[in-house]
């Protein structure tokens, strides 16, 4: 599951550089021929590069958003929670230990 996932994010990063290269090319096409100024291709440049980071952040949101349901989904214990009993067991373990040694003085 996780392959998949890395293999999509990949394959979508892989798309978003190749966007950009064609946008590019194509300002520049457009500024040696007249159609774009400089400024205006710059901007241009600008929007595709904030819109590219925008959408990277959101497949990665996604990707994490998979993940995290897939996790969910085999019911595996968070870190939290493992820290959580851990904690919890030791606790007992020293009360045992007490009770034992409280148990053997007496």
Same mark, same amino acid.
């Given at each position: 599951?996780?392959?998949?996932?890395?293999?999509?994010?990949?394959?979508?990063?892989?798309?978003?550089?190749?966007?950009?290269?064609?946008?590019?090319?194509?300002?520049?096409?457009?500024?040696?021929?007249?159609?774009? $100024?400089? @400024?205006?291709? @710059?901007?241009?440049?600008? @929007?595709?590069?904030?819109?590219?980071?925008?959408?990277?952040?959101?497949?990665?949101?996604?990707? $994490? @958003?998979?993940?995290?349901?897939?996790?969910?989904?085999?019911?595996?214990?968070?870190?939290?929670?493992?820290?959580?009993?851990? /904690?919890?067991?030791?606790?007992?373990?020293a009360e045992v230990k007490d009770?034992?040694?409280?148990?053997? /003085?007496?």
């Open positions: 599951m996780i392959d998949t996932v890395k293999n999509l994010l990949l394959a979508s990063i892989g798309a978003a550089v190749l966007t950009k290269d064609k946008a590019m090319s194509f300002m520049e096409q457009s500024v040696a021929q007249g159609k774009l $100024s400089a @400024e205006e291709a @710059e901007k241009l440049a600008d @929007e595709v590069v904030a819109e590219s980071k925008r959408q990277a952040k959101a497949w990665g949101d996604k990707a $994490s @958003e998979a993940a995290d349901n897939a996790v969910s989904a085999l019911n595996l214990a968070k870190r939290e929670e493992l820290a959580a009993l851990e /904690k919890r067991v030791a606790q007992l373990e009770l034992k040694g409280g148990g053997e /003085k007496g």
